[in-house]
């Protein structure tokens, strides 16, 4: 299993500003996602984050918005650019290491209120 | 994109009670995952199935994938108020770069 950080771990931001969230792993993977779970509903996925190369986003989701940076095997970035209210979410980091039979473990999540 | 649909929605069960939830495809799926979520935490994986009929049990929670691989069931045996959350079913077709689709969601209620 992967045990994944997340930092900031919840934030309140003005609209128009834009923040970066972490996400940590503490073993190397393959696999490194970003999803959004609005309030009261399931998980959305945003992007697979790729490492070294432009992530690859979902219908939806576009780079300027959500620009996503990896540069190693165990960390992520996700940018929410721009924020309005309707970016108030919860953003999650998940890893795994693609492997056949391979599982997806999530961070704890980032609580985003955007004001 | 795509969601599976699960269900019930939500259920409110009485403290001893025994729990079933399932969650259906119109596509198929080669891996099934299980996932609870606290408020304010991220999914923790209870279970994965990753074979068609597969039966596979973790304390008093059992999933079973489905024979024809567009379903797959939870049961939660004698609930305890730590059961209390919400449940994500959620399925991986192999190619997909293992990207997750995830179910609706059921919310677990326990009373004493």
């Known amino acids: 299993s992967a045990v994944i950080s997340q930092k900031p771990s919840r934030d309140i931001c003005q609209r128009g500003t834009s923040l970066t969230i972490q996400c940590q792993v503490d073993?190397?993977?393959?696999?490194m996602f970003w999803y959004r779970q609005q309030p009261g509903q399931s998980l959305t996925l945003i992007a697979t984050a790729n490492q070294g190369s432009e992530a690859t986003y979902e219908s939806g989701f576009v780079i300027d918005k959500f620009p996503i940076s990896r540069p190693n095997l165990t960390f992520s970035t996700l940018t929410v650019s721009n924020m309005s209210p309707e970016d108030s979410s919860i953003y999650l980091c998940?890893?795994?290491?693609?492997?056949?039979?391979?599982?997806?473990?999530f961070g704890p999540g980032t609580r985003l209120t955007v004001l | 994109g795509q969601q599976l649909n699960q269900s019930p929605q939500s259920m409110f069960i009485q403290e001893g009670e025994d729990v079933s939830m399932n969650c259906t495809s119109s596509?198929?799926?080669?891996?099934w995952l299980w996932y609870k979520q606290d408020p304010g935490e991220g999914p923790v994986l209870l279970i994965a199935l990753y074979k068609a009929g597969e039966l596979t049990s973790n304390g008093r929670l059992t999933a079973q994938f489905g024979i024809t691989r567009k379903d797959s069931f939870l049961n939660i045996s004698a609930s305890i108020p730590s059961d209390v959350g919400i449940y994500f079913c959620a399925g991986l077709i192999s190619g997909t770069a293992s990207k997750l689709t995830f179910g609706t969601g059921t919310r677990l209620q326990v009373t004493l």
């Open positions: 073993s190397q993977v393959t696999m």
């Open positions: 596509s198929i799926f080669n891996t």
């Open positions: 998940s890893a795994g290491t693609g492997l056949k039979g391979d599982t997806q473990y």
